[in-house]
């Protein structure tokens, strides 16, 4: 095979990846599916394919090797304009997929419930158990030590152990309980048909592991507030306001508790 035949081969392939994914990415874009694309790309992209076709049809009539060298440059410069134009439209597509995705009702980092179905959740519980005043708890959950983490090893370290947290918390749950994220590194946990006694058990549970688990970050712990319906309130904005200060009570004990363990250890020292 000649290199003639090569280069015709090579640049005929280009020139259809280039127009099969022209009509993918504007097939998507008419079904909602993807962002619309700004005149800038749809020109620029169809000028990549256009050079394709050009210097096919320039080798197929003796391949010239001035014309086949500005149209090299030609798709050089554009494919660059391309590359930047398209950051700014895949960070659209990202956001646009991201916020489907917390429609639907899931947290695109953890996969657990979001804000949302947690306020909806409990909303919907408040309301159908007033008449038989029939227990469950609401567990708020706020990591110690995170921020150490997004310091020292970068944010993507972070959003990892947030998964795996998570995935921990699941195998913990019962049929019937609710994990949500309710921000940043704090999580909540509805435990249907359950005391406060009986959601300090969970949190034990919770606890120990994270505790004992083999993580490659130091000193990571959970600091949790539980709140009972309806003895702590009969409203989800009551339930929230009881936990969270509890969470933070539970906190400020273990920074407590964490300064004499400290304090303890200097004085043996010295």
Aim: with cysteine; charged share 20%.
């Amino acid at each position: 095979m000649s290199g003639v035949s090569v280069d015709v081969g090579c640049v005929l392939g280009g020139a259809v990846l280039a127009g099969i994914w022209l009509v993918f990415i504007w097939k998507l874009t008419l079904q909602g599916r993807f962002p619309s694309l700004d005149l800038s790309l749809r020109v620029g992209s169809g000028l990549l394919a256009a050079t394709y076709m050009a210097e096919f049809f320039v080798l197929t009539a003796g391949g010239y090797n001035v014309a086949r060298a500005l149209l090299k440059i030609s798709r050089m410069a554009v494919a660059f304009f391309i590359t930047f134009k398209g950051l700014g439209w895949l960070k659209k597509l990202c956001t646009t997929w991201e916020d489907t995705i917390s429609e639907a009702g899931v947290d695109y980092l953890t996969g657990v419930a979001n804000r949302k179905v947690l306020s909806e959740t409990l909303d919907r519980l408040c309301k159908s158990k007033r008449a038989t005043d029939s227990p469950f708890a609401v567990i708020l959950m706020d990591l110690d030590g995170f921020k150490q983490i997004n310091d020292t090893y970068g944010h993507p370290a972070g959003d990892s152990f947030l998964r795996m947290l998570a995935n921990i918390m699941k195998e913990e749950l019962r049929e019937g309980d609710l994990l949500a994220r309710y921000g940043g590194d704090e999580f909540a946990i509805i435990v249907n048909h359950a005391t406060a006694q009986e959601a300090a058990v969970l949190v034990n549970r919770l606890k120990n592991r994270i505790a004992k688990a083999a993580w490659p970050f130091p000193q990571i712990g959970l600091s949790c507030g539980i709140a009972e319906f309806p003895a702590d309130g009969n409203s989800s904005a009551a339930l929230l306001r009881i936990a969270d200060t509890r969470m933070y009570a539970d906190k400020h004990q273990s920074q407590k508790n964490n300064n004499k363990l400290t304090k303890v250890q200097n004085i043996s020292v010295d």
